[in-house]
């Protein structure tokens, strides 16, 4: 049995979530083929496809970016009450 090419790749690599800092404000970051967009987070200002594509250069920005306090690349999308801890626990396993 032939299986039919619809076009769409057997697997979805699209990511929305940020591999720094684990914001997910529903940009695409990577598109379904896991091709990077590169849309800078709005939270920590890595840029999707530049700088984020190895495991060790995402754990030494978001080192270098929780050291410096963690500050927004745009201050006024800051949610109020908004909190590092919990929004760092929704980095993607892969790039803890
Ligand atoms: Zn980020």
Do not use: F
Request: charged residues 25%.
């Amino acid at each position: 049995m032939q299986t039919q090419d619809t076009g769409q790749p057997a697997e979805d690599l699209s990511e929305t979530v940020c591999r720094v800092c684990g914001r997910d404000d529903g940009s695409l970051l990577r598109d379904p083929h896991g091709v990077p967009q590169y849309v800078i987070c709005d939270c920590c200002g890595i840029e999707s496809g530049l700088g984020d594509d190895h495991l060790s250069k995402v754990r030494e920005t978001r080192g270098y970016w929780v050291s410096q306090g963690a500050p927004w690349d745009v201050p006024k999308n800051r949610p109020a009450g908004w909190d590092v801890l919990e929004q760092l626990s929704a980095v993607p396993a892969e790039w803890r």
